[in-house]
């Protein structure tokens, strides 16, 4: 009797524990860096076609926005801004075939790369740190 009460007590253990909320992809910890000379406002980053667009509010020339949380990303993402009232984008991203990073907390660097077509690129994908 004192074996089965000590097996019922392993197996309810066993089943009230949680589930991490973490997964191979994510979530992930994300900033945009300005490398460019003029103000980025209203930030918005896509890192999924299916997740929508995350506003990271104005990133000052230099500056970094602080780190929102994602579900997922990839190496590329769709980046937004308005600039002088005029919105700049990185265009939509095809993210069939890459491969998600993980779970971390990286760094977009962002420039304007044509300013007449209203481009922007991602310059590089820093990773920063592991994920708390």
Known sequence: MKNLFIISIIILSVIACNKTEFSPEG???IRVRNLSDVTFNEVTVN????????????????????????????????????VNGQIFSTGTVNYNGMTYIGQAKITYEVWISDFNNKKLEISKCIPDAGLD
């Open 27 to 29: 979530p992930i910890d």
């Open 47 to 82: 890192t999924s076609d299916t997740l929508g667009n995350i506003g990271l509010g104005n990133i000052g020339p230099g500056n970094e926005s602080g780190y929102f949380r994602f579900e997922k990303a990839y190496p590329k993402a769709e980046i937004t801004a308005k």
